[in-house]
Nanobody, 127 residues
Framework: QLQLVESGGGLVQPGGSLRLSCAASGFTLGVYAIGWFRQAPGKEREGASCISPSGSSATYADSVKGRFTISRDNAKNTVFLQMNNLKPEDTAVYFC????????????????????WGQGTQVTVSS
């Protein structure tokens, strides 16, 4: 069965850190660009960051630039999102998604091109 599974979410105080993981099973993650998306209550899902299949390039939304770092370990079929200096506005369900690309690049839109999605992990930033 082809699936992505996110983990690492939780409750953290403002200024704290979390590390999310996105593990793939049933397919080789190394040929896919991976994006991290998030959806806050009452808001549309938005892209936060993505990484190219080899890991050589990454893209960040302005709202997370300088605070979030995306990385991947293709040998372990896993992608990570290190989130530092978290803010209450980062509270959302975080999803990872896989995008089969012909080039070693990544994009966060359109979201419809993402082939596989995880079930999401909740991140809550609150004091």
């Amino acid at each position: 069965q082809l699936q992505l599974v996110e983990s690492g979410g939780g409750l953290v105080q403002p200024g704290g850190s979390l590390r999310l993981s996105c593990a793939a099973s049933g397919f080789t993650l190394g040929v896919y660009a991976i994006g991290w998306f998030r959806q806050a209550p009452g808001k549309e899902r938005e892209g936060a960051s993505c990484i190219s299949p080899s890991g050589s390039s990454a893209t960040y939304a302005d709202s997370v630039k300088g605070r979030f770092t995306i990385s991947r370990d293709n040998a372990k079929n896993t992608v990570f999102l290190q989130m530092n200096n978290l803010k209450p506005e980062d509270t959302a369900v975080y999803f990872c998604a896989a995008d089969l690309r012909l080039s070693d690049t990544c994009v966060l839109s359109p979201q419809e091109r993402m082939r596989y999605w995880g079930q999401g992990t909740q991140v809550t930033v609150s004091s």
